[in-house]
């Protein structure tokens, strides 16, 4: 959500910035917003102006009964009840006056939930530096790290190399579960734990302190972090209770800090958090009825910074290199992708993808995703830092170390031999007892 004080100072920039989003549908709720905003501010103006009347009639009745007391010592009954008179039509003024602030404070709390519903749906002010175009057909490839290899045989499908080694078991998650879900077992459940223990031990040598959050948030902090459009699509409601499933632990992490004031010198705040994922996964691409690349269940290490406006940029930087990093240490080629203007979402300053190779596919494959987004959520949900300057909104970023089994799937194509046997990269080989490679079980 952007700063009001933007709408009313600078309504074009916010136009323009609709335009590049290819929102045009969203360009009347600006003059909307300022119409609105009018109102309030008037009404505030009007109520100012009551409550200082009051406040000089209080005085002025406050003066009156001293007279009063005086007439009435004097004996002068005539001047007495006159100064009464008066009182009282003060105080009437009072009462009406009153009542018309009672209306106007009604109008202000109406008109603020109405622009408050309206500035929820104006997207967030994009970086300068953001490629414009409509879809992710648009998105931009800015860096590749490692050489991506076509082995001489034909890679399998990721589900047939886990068949392989006896470690999918999807049928038996249909009849549990349904579509959408799945067993890992054996030696591909602890290559999926290693890899996870991987990356928080990965981020934790990077300075940043391990959470495990909440698993499910209440309603305004979920409206808090994301746009209405990504909650519908996303989110599994508790039925009977206000409280959702996380779609990823960067929910309940930012919420940690809801309504808080964090001393400036306690910045940046960098935080990495495992969790399970749940998703509904609705659009056109669906879920898979075989594999475990999209899937409704799924598990996840995440990084979130909350920092100073000055450095988020910074932070962007570095957040997206360590995932890079990360894969890079497990053997997995990778590239960068900037997100163009039209698929961001609508909170996002700028973001960009981290895609795996797919000897398979012989193509790239999102991994991660690394976002920043300004002081939109802070400014949703209350953050703020107080130091030497005053009181000012943090600035809040988070990015995927890695999400599981979609980055299982990429150690998997970039390791697999002729036979179906599995290397296990360095880095996890601690993790798994020591162990080199996975056999495989199904001839």
């Known amino acids: 959500m952007i700063d009001i004080r933007l709408i009313r100072e600078n309504p074009d920039l916010v136009k323009e910035n609709i335009k590049k989003k ?3 549908e969203k360009l009347a709720l600006v003059d909307e917003v300022r119409d609105l905003d009018d109102q309030v501010r008037k009404a505030k103006q009007e109520g100012d102006a009551l409550r200082s009347k009051r406040n ?75 490629p414009i175009g409509k879809d992710d057909s648009e998105n931009v490839e800015n860096e590749k790290f490692g050489d991506p290899v076509v082995p001489s045989f034909e890679v399998p499908y990721h589900a047939d190399i886990l068949e392989k080694i006896g470690g999918l078991d999807k049928d038996s998650a249909g009849r549990t579960s349904g579509n959408g879900f799945y067993y890992l077992v ?43 459009k990504e909650m519908e699509a996303m989110m599994y409601k508790i039925e009977g209770e206000d409280l959702y499933l996380i779609g990823t632990s960067e ?22 958090s495992y969790s399970p994922c749940f998703r509904k996964e609705v659009g056109s691409h669906g879920i898979e009825e075989r594999g475990v690349y999209r899937v409704h269940q799924f598990e996840k290490q995440e990084m979130v910074v909350l920092c100073k406006p000055e450095e988020s940029m910074d932070w962007y930087n570095k957040m997206w ?37 797919s000897p398979r596919q012989q193509k790239y494959f999102e991994v991660g995703s690394c976002s920043t987004l300004g002081d939109a959520q802070a400014r949703r949900l209350g953050i ?38 599995i290397r296990i990269p360095k880095a996890l080989q601690p993790y798994m007892g020591g162990k080199t490679v996975i056999e495989p079980k199904n001839k």
Not at 119 to 128: K, S
Not at 264 to 271: A, F, I, M, R, V
Not at 391 to 420: K, M, S
Request: aromatic content about 6%.
């Open 186 to 228: 054996g030696d591909a459940a602890r290559l999926h734990s290693a890899m996870l223990s991987f990356a928080r031990d990965f981020m934790i040598d990077k300075g940043f302190t391990y959470c495990i959050p909440p698993f499910m948030i209440r309603s305004n902090v979920v409206k808090g972090v994301m746009s209405f």
């Open 22 to 24: 290819f929102q045009d």
């Open 56 to 130: 000089s009639i209080s005085k002025e009745i406050g003066g009156f009964m001293g007279r009063i007391k005086k007439a009435e010592s004097a004996g002068d009954t005539a001047e007495a009840e006159k100064l009464k008179a008066e009182v009282e039509a003060k105080k009437a003024e009072v009462e009406a006056g009153s009542r018309r602030l009672e209306e106007l404070e009604k109008i202000e709390e109406e008109l603020g939930e109405k622009i408050t519903k309206i500035m929820m749906v104006i997207p967030n002010i994009i970086d300068a530096s953001v």
């Open 384 to 421: 703020r830092t107080k130091g030497e300057n005053g009181t000012y909104l943090v600035h809040t970023l988070n990015n995927t170390v890695l999400a599981t089994p979609r980055g299982l799937i990429a150690v998997l194509e970039n390791n697999v031999n002729e036979d179906g046997s």
């Open 321 to 357: 290199r360590y995932t890079v990093d990360f894969f890079r240490a497990l053997d997995v080629p990778v590239r960068t992708l900037e997100c163009c203007s039209g698929d961001l979402a609508d909170l996002k300053v700028k973001s960009c993808d981290v895609e795996a190779w």
């Open 251 to 272: 929910h309940s992490m930012i919420g940690r800090f809801q309504g808080q004031l964090i001393e400036e010198d306690k910045l940046p705040q960098c935080l990495t």
